[in-house]
């Protein structure tokens, strides 16, 4: 990941770029519009789902709530286990924007995926602050499941 300065004018960021996960209690677009996504692919490529081959969704949800956590000024807004999914809200430390997170669990075959979006709600740009949030949650779920970070 580059600094603020190199980051592309973009304002929301998923793991996900075709199908990425939806909001329920947010104003963000249902999908990230084609021009996000190049920049997605060019800026933020180590910005994966994680996979959990042969997981259990029931537990793979508790642990992607617990990695929550380490998200520091985020809040849980929304939840629905049974549809694997989480929605927060998170405020910046400095200036207390509000950021929108949407976390999905779901079985693909016999494995548990997690895809994460994170969208700004002000401006066009992020300063990369979504894609930090999400290598940060990653990195904590990824802990917290056993993996390491290049799974």
Same mark, same amino acid.
Request: aromatic letters at 6%.
């Given at each position: 990941?580059?600094?603020? @300065? ?14 990425a996960p =939806?909001?329920?209690? =947010? $104003? ?7 021009? @996000? ?5 060019k ?13 259990? /969704? ?11 956590? $380490? ?16 929605? /927060? ?5 400095? /200036? ?50 056993? $993996?390491?970070?290049?799974?």
């Amino acid at each position: 990941m580059g600094s603020a @300065f190199s980051a592309p004018v973009i304002n929301d960021v998923s793991t996900c770029l075709e199908g990425a996960p =939806s909001y329920k209690n =947010s $104003q963000h677009a249902p999908e990230l519009p084609e021009n @996000f996504k190049k920049a997605i692919i060019k800026h933020y490529p180590h910005l994966k789902p994680v996979v959990v081959p042969g997981g259990h /969704l029931e537990d793979v949800f508790a642990a992607a709530k617990k990695a929550t956590e $380490q998200l520091r000024g985020a809040r849980i807004v929304y939840e629905d286990e049974h549809g694997g999914v989480l929605e /927060l809200v998170d405020v910046t430390p400095l /200036l207390k924007f509000k950021d929108d997170v949407v976390i999905r669990v779901q079985q693909k075959g016999g494995d548990v995926v997690v895809d994460v979006r994170s969208a700004s709600r002000l401006g066009k740009g992020d300063l990369g602050a979504n894609a930090a949030r999400i290598a940060k949650y990653l990195a904590a779920l990824r802990a917290l499941l056993g $993996q390491s970070n290049d799974s």
